[in-house]
């Protein structure tokens, strides 16, 4: 009997050797699986490809993939070991016709060939929103629309970055069970200036929003 190809992503994360994710047992592997879901109703009547950004051990990319069968994504992660699992991850998931594992800094893909080249874009624990924002939105295509799992956040400060990005807050919207998760969607309504995203450093320096005194 063929295997559900979502067990078979959860039991590539078991078997690995690395540390992906701090907790392995199947409560805890539910949980992220659920939590990526989560963005399946955001994401009705958006168009791909997607690219799940700061993947790390392909959560929410995998899953909303897996559910979405007929989107084309990319997996970008900065760390090498983290994309070797990833690989491992498409082709015992048979993913490998319709998603990309990339190894590259977002920064760097953002300027050269993932700028505005997808509809969807994810991100989960990448950074503080606003700075999710300054390196997600360059991905996406006017009208795309990028989906945050983020904890408690400022409305107020993600749509000041989002304008600076050429994009609006859609909606904030509260994860059901958890008082302080959210999922942010932000559409891309123009353009993103060339300069951004810019380097860790220079956001570090001069972050597009600064906390409130």
Do not use: W
Not at 28 to 34: D, G, K, Q
Not at 42 to 57: H, K, R, S
Not at 106 to 120: L, N, W
């Amino acid at each position: 009997m063929k295997r559900d190809p979502l067990q078979q992503f959860l039991d590539v994360i078991t078997d690995a050797a690395q540390r992906l994710v701090a907790d392995k047992s199947p409560e805890a592997l539910a949980e992220h699986v659920t939590d990526a879901r989560n963005s399946l109703p955001l994401l009705a009547g958006e168009t791909g490809p997607m690219i799940d950004v700061g993947t790390g051990a392909g959560f929410p990319g995998v899953p909303l993939l897996l559910d979405r069968p007929e989107l084309s994504g990319v997996l970008l992660d900065s760390r090498a070991r983290r994309c070797e699992h990833l690989q491992e991850v498409v082709d015992r998931c048979e993913l490998r016709d319709r998603v990309e594992v990339v190894n590259l800094r977002v920064e760097e893909y953002a300027h050269g060939t993932g700028r505005e080249a997808f509809g969807i874009a994810v991100a989960r624990a990448l950074a503080p929103p606003p700075v999710a924002i300054e390196l997600c939105l360059p991905l996406l295509r006017t009208g795309g629309v990028f989906v945050i799992h983020a904890g408690t956040v400022d409305a107020k400060e993600l749509e000041q970055a989002a304008q600076a990005l050429a994009g609006t807050v859609e909606q904030v919207v509260p994860v059901a069970g958890f008082a302080h998760r959210s999922q942010v969607v932000i559409r891309k309504l123009g353009p993103t200036p060339e300069q951004y995203p810019r380097r860790a450093n220079a956001i570090a320096r001069e972050p597009l929003v600064r906390p409130a005194d």
